[in-house]
């Protein structure tokens, strides 16, 4: 036991505290949640009710820790002198007392500290351990049970006001935080507190510095439905019960070891849900670029477990590209050379993207497949070709940085522009002949262009007419 020395002023004051004590003892007891007939909170309020020196005298021969300390503090302020403090340390800090007899001296600093929300449940620390009673202390609480009862979520949600951690209520249940993966605190077998990822707290540490149980982890329990399936996967929680870890890291390390088990299994993780199969993995996205058998075969070769915490099928194909890519694409596009993958730059939807653009453009130049005629014919061609690769805009820009040759070549852009309604201030690029001669080589486009191009060759004699 470790002693400090009282100066004059300090033990008067703490002299005065003891006679603000025995004024009412009996402020020292909580209220019991269950009391029945063998309750020790009524039995101690009934007999601290009396209060004479007599009775107090009688507690010093009780085993009872706690009367016998009622007793040893009584002593203490009747002998109007408290020269030497001991000093008790606690896993939330160090408590004076004053000590003459052979009462515990948990129980001794709990009475001589009757007002202190933290400090007065050591009072009942002994009957605790013996009985198995359960005290609760708060800014507006301070309760006991002796059956087991939960204080309330009442209790909790004064404890975390008290403690200044932000919550908000859904149902019975108070939440902390708002985003990622969450716990649940569960007190006595019930859920009182949901704690998600982004929590800084060290709610479970603060809960703990409230109430004065003989087995923690008999009261409080910690759970997840976070990969349920491996629900008695738990990293230890004694930094976290003892305030060392706050709420994240509890939450990181508990989701990081479950994660792990199920890629060790083989198994697949999307976001909170777990896939045992490839193909319900893969059925799940609803953003696949590619083909879904394409892609669940791919996830099957790639041989291990996969976690997205993003679950987008981009990041799916980021995973397995590197192993999967080259086969994804040539079974995608068959009509492509192999080789034409390795100038693929960007993500892997980009790559598709580049490759869907490529099979495009070689199902325009199979369409188009006409020989141009002259040069004129050749403008026509090309124009159509790039409206439909790369869109009508890029005909357009090509087109417009084309030096022209003859009044025919503009004949045939006039016909584009008068087809896709963008004359508008172009109209003094041309003349009334090229105009003129425009619209009638846009009637034979027409259906040419809304055939894709397909009916290309069905036209070239009409066209031949305008354009020869």
């Known amino acids: 036991m470790r002693l400090k020395a009282h100066s004059k002023e300090s033990q008067e004051g703490f002299l005065?505290?003891?006679?603000?004590?025995?004024?009412?003892?009996?402020?020292?007891?909580?209220?019991?949640?269950?009391?029945?007939?063998?309750?020790?909170f009524s039995s101690y309020s009934k007999k601290l009710g009396k209060r004479s020196t007599d009775q107090m005298d009688s507690f010093s021969r009780s085993s009872d820790q706690?009367?016998?300390?009622?007793?040893?503090?009584?002593?203490?302020?009747?002998?109007?002198?408290?020269?030497?403090?001991?000093?008790?340390?606690?896993?939330?800090?160090?408590?004076?007392?004053?000590?003459?007899?052979?009462?515990?001296e948990a129980v001794l600093a709990g009475i001589q500290h009757f007002d202190?929300?933290?400090?007065?449940?050591?009072?009942?620390?002994?009957?605790?351990?013996?009985?198995?009673?359960?005290?609760?202390?708060?800014?507006?609480?301070?309760?006991?049970?002796?059956?087991?009862?939960?204080?309330?979520?009442?209790?909790?949600?004064?404890?975390?006001?008290?403690?200044?951690?932000?919550?908000?209520?859904?149902?019975?249940?108070?939440?902390?935080?708002?985003?990622?993966?969450?716990?649940?605190?569960?007190?006595?077998?019930?859920?009182?507190?949901?704690v998600h990822e982004d929590s800084r707290h060290h709610t479970m540490g603060t809960i703990l510095k409230h109430v004065l149980v003989r087995d923690i982890s008999v009261d409080f329990s910690i759970s997840s439905d976070f990969l349920?399936?491996?629900?008695?996967?738990?990293?230890?929680?004694?930094?976290?019960?003892?305030?060392?870890?706050?709420?994240?890291?509890?939450?990181?390390?508990?989701?990081?070891?479950?994660?792990?088990?199920?890629?060790?299994?083989?198994?697949?993780?999307?976001g909170e849900e777990l896939f045992t199969d490839a193909e319900s993995f893969v059925a799940s996205f609803d953003d696949l670029p590619i083909e879904r058998d394409i892609v669940?075969?791919?996830?099957?070769?790639?041989?291990?477990?996969?976690?997205?915490?993003?679950?987008?099928?981009?990041?799916?194909?980021?995973?397995?590209?590197?192993?999967?890519?080259?086969?994804?694409?040539?079974?995608?596009?068959?009509?492509?050379?192999?080789?034409?993958?390795?100038?693929?730059?960007?993500?892997?939807?980009?790559?598709?993207?580049?490759?869907?653009?490529?099979?495009?453009?070689?199902e325009v130049e199979e369409?188009?497949?006409?020989?141009?005629?002259?040069?004129?014919?050749?403008f026509l061609i090309d124009f159509l070709k790039t409206t439909f690769k790369?869109?009508?805009?890029?005909?357009?820009?090509?087109a417009e940085k084309m030096t022209f040759t003859g009044p025919v070549s503009k004949a045939v852009f006039y016909a584009f522009l008068a087809i896709f309604q963008e004359t508008g201030n172009r109209e003094w690029m041309f003349t009334q002949n090229e105009k003129d001669l425009g619209h009638m080589i846009a009637e034979i486009l027409i259906p040419v262009i809304d055939s894709k191009g397909k009916k290309l060759g069905d036209k070239v004699t009409e066209l031949k007419k305008y354009i020869p």
């Open 390 to 398: 790369s869109g009508r805009q890029a005909a357009i820009r090509d």
């Open 296 to 362: 669940t075969v791919a996830v099957k070769n790639y041989g291990k477990g996969i976690y997205l915490d993003n679950p987008s099928a981009r990041k799916l194909l980021e995973v397995i590209w590197d192993t999967q890519g080259d086969e994804i694409l040539a079974k995608s596009f068959p009509d492509v050379e192999k080789s034409k993958f390795k100038s693929l730059k960007g993500s892997p939807v980009d790559q598709i993207e580049s490759m869907r653009r490529l099979g495009d453009n070689m």
């Open 16 to 40: 005065k505290h003891l006679e603000l004590f025995f004024q009412d003892p009996s402020q020292v007891l909580p209220q019991c949640l269950d009391s029945g007939m063998f309750c020790p």
């Open 116 to 194: 202190d929300r933290k400090w007065r449940m050591l009072a009942f620390s002994s009957l605790v351990k013996a009985k198995n009673v359960r005290i609760y202390s708060s800014r507006n609480y301070y309760l006991a049970s002796c059956k087991g009862t939960s204080p309330g979520r009442e209790f909790f949600a004064d404890v975390l006001s008290e403690e200044q951690i932000p919550f908000h209520e859904d149902g019975e249940i108070l939440v902390i935080g708002n985003e990622g993966t969450s716990i649940n605190i569960l007190n006595l077998g019930k859920p009182v507190i949901e």
């Open 367 to 378: 369409r188009i497949n006409i020989e141009p005629w002259s040069q004129d014919s050749a």
């Open 228 to 270: 349920a399936q491996y629900s008695e996967d738990f990293p230890d929680t004694s930094r976290y019960l003892s305030g060392i870890e706050d709420d994240r890291h509890l939450v990181r390390e508990m989701k990081e070891m479950r994660i792990r088990k199920s890629i060790s299994k083989g198994y697949f993780v999307r």
């Open 66 to 104: 706690f009367l016998s300390g009622i007793s040893e503090t009584y002593k203490i302020f009747e002998s109007n002198s408290a020269p030497l403090l001991g000093m008790l340390k606690t896993p939330y800090g160090s408590v004076e007392y004053a000590k003459r007899g052979n009462t515990d």
